[in-house]
């Protein structure tokens, strides 16, 4: 176990539908971040979570949004999704004292 | 932005060496990572740089040149579980984000 937590493993839902992908970063660390991985693609990076603020934008869709509550846990919107939406999704959280991301297991997500 | 290479794929022998390079050029550095990820996994963190030089850690070595914008994971005493994707990484000096290459996809083979 990481202690980054994400739910759920896995969802399976219909093109035009939204979705929610949560996220619990480790005890102590304050950034969340979200990435992306197609089938045999690199991780891209979708956006950054500071202690509520978003800090850095990557290759995320206007489809997408993620806000990060005082709890610190965060939640990626996908919405009106598209078949090449399926994918996983990851999100790390990171205290730059251990120079390390953790990443949590990660969302498979398939679109049909 | 940051723009890495590093190979798409490698093979090589149980028991043998393997080094796995990465090219990097980036408008602000921040340290450089590698992550190990089997298929279907998360990735798993294997080492960090941040100044010149080698870092070891068991079998797994990592170097950087930061004047050279290059990098390499060497991986000693392969084994069979070592085949996997190992990917480098590159943290921005702003707000400290992590930005990924394609990864580089290790078969070994008896």
């Known amino acids: 176990d990481s202690g980054v937590t994400q739910t759920p493993k896995h969802l399976i839902t219909a093109t035009g539908q939204r979705v929610t992908l949560r996220c619990s970063p480790r005890s102590g660390d304050l950034s969340v971040y979200w990435y992306q991985q197609s089938l045999d693609q690199g991780l891209q990076f979708l956006i950054q979570y500071y202690n509520g603020e978003e800090r850095a934008k990557g290759n995320i869709l206007e489809r997408f949004s993620a806000q990060q509550f005082p709890d610190l846990h965060s939640e990626l919107n996908l919405s009106s999704l598209e078949l090449g939406d399926s994918a996983l999704y990851f999100c790390a959280s990171d205290d730059q004292d251990r120079h390390s991301y953790t990443f949590g297991s990660g969302t498979r997500l398939t679109v049909v | 932005g940051q723009n890495i290479d590093q190979p798409t794929e490698m093979t090589a022998t149980e028991g043998a060496i393997v080094q796995i390079n990465c090219t990097y050029q980036?408008?602000?550095?921040?340290?450089l990572f590698w992550y190990q990820q089997h298929a279907g996994e998360a990735p798993t963190f294997l080492s960090y740089?941040?100044?010149?030089g080698l870092e070891e850690k068991g079998r797994f070595s990592s170097f950087l040149s930061r004047s050279k914008g290059y990098s390499y994971l060497l991986l000693k005493e392969l084994q069979m579980k070592d085949s996997a994707s190992y990917l480098c990484a590159v943290r921005d000096r702003g707000y400290q984000k992590v930005t990924f290459g394609t990864g580089t996809k290790l078969q070994v083979i008896p």
């Open positions: 740089n941040v100044l010149d």
């Open positions: 980036t408008s602000g550095f921040n340290g």
